[in-house]
């Protein structure tokens, strides 16, 4: 209902002109008021305050000139709010928008509780309107920040990935409120038709961890960070225990007092949230400055997962270093060269030809130990020692691939590998 249609012209006129009048005892009177009835309004610094009593001087001459005429006066929430620095939006909450809204209102209305009821109408419905649009001026200033953010996150998960690091990335990192700082792995899939990245975030707050999330054309790739704990007890981030789903590598100690998920078990919560086809968990790496080696191995790894028939998801990259090895990924063959035959061979001779007579002959025990004219048990023994010294299962299909692939490697990069035709019998000649 339009005030021009309801109220005597020649009182409306009076109205104003007392408005005008009083206005600047209604802005005194709204600031003393805030500084009583809101702690948040007194602890801010000088300049902020100053600020606020800006905004609501400017709302009380913005309703002057709504009352005036409503329909061609373009009030809206940036002449209230235009007076203040951008920084303010940022430093006061919604929350404490309308809070500052309702002690204006409060403040005028005991002013003119006097007057006619068609000013304290007005004042109710301007209220109303303009606490509405300042719900609007937020969610303007939370979906430009939101894009921002994605923007800003998409630059850094693309350098991580690209392993392009510059000065301003700490920085970047910190602005989108990254909260891991202890161990990290990359996680990369198919992203779905329909992404739900708040489901991925709520996914990782819940198991203790924080996510970057990046997609690029078909990839979905998350950057999983964990906190450090003093009392985890399931082994060192740095030591050389290979990304291989075997229990003694897995599994925490007994005596650890709080479970801390695993980037295996993280990656498990977060499946759901990728599209079809492989997944692929890179190795775990100490920080943040260190995810492009994780990346690499995971990128490498989704690009070949699909020739691993019953890979699982998500599949560890490096479960799939002979297909990487294969595809001519350097850092794969370097990986099963330096993790498996190096240091067989430089540990004991007799467990890398036990390891090679063994996966010759099609891991049978018992032409492994006529062909090295042992006893079989002799043969059980030196697999494990072998699994010992570098982690893997020979008498596992899937791990048997690994280190064959690591030998066949290691062959060629070693002149001195040994042959078939170098084994004697005991006695021979």
């Given at each position: 209902?339009?005030?021009?249609r309801t ?13 005008r ?11 003393k008021?805030?500084d009583?009835?809101l ?5 801010m610094?000088?300049g ?7 905004v ?6 913005s309703?002057i ?6 329909k ?12 203040a620095?951008r920084e ?6 919604l ?5 500052l809204?309702?002690?204006?209102c ?5 002013r003119v509780?006097?007057?006619d009821s068609?000013?304290?109408?007005a004042i ?13 001026v937020y969610?303007?200033a939370a979906?430009?920040r ?5 923007r ?16 301003e ?7 989108l409120g ?11 899939g ?9 489901v ?5 707050r ?8 990046g ?8 950057v999983?960070?964990r906190?450090?704990s ?19 590598v ?5 005596g ?6 695993t980037?295996?078990?993280i ?9 079809d086809g492989?997944?692929?968990l ?7 400055v ?17 020739s691993w028939r019953n890979a699982p ?6 479960d799939l270093l002979?297909e ?20 067989l061979k430089?540990?004991s001779s007799e467990l ?11 891991r ?11 006893h ?9 020692r072998v699994t ?5 299962d020979a008498?596992?299909?899937r791990?048997?691939l690994?280190?064959q692939?690591?030998?066949i490697l290691?062959?060629?990069?070693d002149?001195?590998?040994p042959t078939?035709?170098?084994?004697k019998a005991?006695?021979?000649?």
């Amino acid at each position: 209902m339009s005030a021009s249609r309801t109220q005597d012209p020649a009182a409306k006129q009076k109205t104003l002109a007392w408005l005008r009048t009083v206005s600047g005892e209604f802005a005194t009177a709204t600031i003393k008021k805030l500084d009583e009835t809101l702690p948040w309004y007194g602890s801010m610094p000088p300049g902020r305050r100053s600020a606020v009593g800006l905004v609501a001087q400017a709302g009380i001459t913005s309703f002057i000139s709504w009352f005036d005429d409503p329909k061609a006066t373009p009030w809206i929430a940036a002449d209230v709010f235009g007076a203040a620095p951008r920084e303010l939006l940022r430093s006061v909450s919604l929350q404490q928008t309308l809070q500052l809204i309702r002690v204006t209102c409060e403040v005028v209305e005991d002013r003119v509780q006097d007057r006619d009821s068609f000013l304290r109408e007005a004042i109710l419905l301007y209220s109303r309107e303009i606490a509405f649009a300042a719900a609007d001026v937020y969610a303007r200033a939370a979906e430009a920040r939101g894009l921002w953010d994605a923007r800003l996150e998409a630059l850094v998960v693309d350098s991580i990935l690209s392993g392009e690091y510059d000065d301003e990335l700490p920085s970047r990192i910190a602005a989108l409120g990254w909260h891991g700082h202890g161990a990290v792995s990359v996680l990369v899939g198919t992203a779905p038709r329909m992404l739900d990245v708040d489901v991925l975030r709520r996914t990782a707050r819940h198991l203790d961890a924080d996510v970057l999330i990046g997609v690029q054309g078909s990839r979905l790739v998350l950057v999983i960070g964990r906190a450090d704990s003093d009392d985890a007890t399931e082994g060192s981030p740095g030591s050389a225990s290979p990304a291989t789903t075997l229990p003694a590598v897995a599994s925490g100690s007994a005596g650890s007092t709080k479970h801390h998920p695993t980037f295996t078990e993280i990656a498990l919560a977060l499946e759901p949230g990728f599209g079809d086809g492989p997944l692929v968990l890179g190795h775990e790496v100490p920080g943040l400055v260190d995810a492009s080696g994780s990346a690499k191995a995971a990128l490498a790894g989704f690009a070949v997962a699909r020739s691993w028939r019953n890979a699982p998801r998500p599949a560890q990259a490096d479960d799939l270093l002979p297909e990487r090895a294969l595809a001519g990924d350097p850092v794969a063959r370097s990986t099963l060269v330096n993790r498996i035959y190096r240091p067989l061979k430089a540990h004991s001779s007799e467990l890398l030809a036990t390891l090679w007579c063994y996966l010759d002959n099609g891991r049978s025990l018992e032409a492994t130990a006529r062909e090295l004219f042992v006893h079989p048990n002799t043969v059980r023994y030196r697999l494990k020692r072998v699994t010992d010294v570098i982690g893997w299962d020979a008498t596992g299909a899937r791990e048997a691939l690994i280190l064959q692939s690591a030998l066949i490697l290691g062959s060629i990069a070693d002149p001195d590998a040994p042959t078939k035709s170098t084994r004697k019998a005991p006695g021979a000649k």
